[in-house]
């Protein structure tokens, strides 16, 4: 009996780890997760100027850019310690969250906020920010092609042809 369905695609052709055709699943997260903030900012800031003119965009554009700062710097961290030690990737970017939290409520303290600084629209486009980064890491993770078990290896003299 034989079938005229479409095998699809081949399986084995993506590299397990990694996402697409980059070698790095970080650097693809920060490129999915930057591209979904900066379009939900540009819409962000739209609105804020229609409302509250420039200083209203420019404090959404302010708060965004913060919070893209302070998520890449994690997805950077990521992939630098990632390519010699995958497995400690993800312990050394729960450590440094602690380091930017603290670091970043220091500068905000220290320098204060400027005075053209609109704080509603400061806060919206921090907020809508942070939703639409998330999502896109949530999206990326579930789409990642993580390895959980390592392969067995071949036996000695290669693969077994006898069955």
């Given amino acids: 009996m034989t079938s005229n369905a479409d095998s699809g695609r081949p399986s084995g052709k ?3 780890g990694s996402l697409g055709g980059q070698s790095s699943l970080w650097l693809r997260l920060l490129a ?10 540009a819409l962000t800031c739209v ?11 420019l404090s959404a554009a302010f708060g965004a850019a913060l919070v893209m700062l302070f998520f890449g710097i994690s997805l950077l961290i990521g992939h ?3 390519r010699n030690n995958p497995s400690g990737a993800v312990g050394l ?3 440094t969250y602690f380091i930017k939290v ?8 220290v320098l204060g906020a400027p ?14 920010t942070v939703v639409f980064w998330q999502a896109a890491e ?4 579930s789409k990642a092609r993580l390895q959980i078990y390592n392969d067995p290896s071949e036996p000695k003299g290669g693969p077994d042809v006898s069955a």
């Fill in 80 to 82: 630098f310690v990632g």
């Fill in 32 to 41: 999915l997760s930057a591209a979904a903030a900066a379009a939900a900012t």
């Fill in 14 to 16: 993506r590299v397990v």
């Fill in 138 to 141: 949530i999206y990326g993770f």
């Fill in 47 to 57: 609105i804020a100027a229609f409302m509250n003119g420039g200083q209203g965009a």
């Fill in 93 to 95: 970017f729960v450590a």
């Fill in 102 to 109: 603290v670091g970043f409520a220091v500068v905000l303290f």
């Fill in 115 to 128: 005075e053209w600084l609109h704080a509603r629209w400061f806060l919206i486009g921090a907020v809508v």
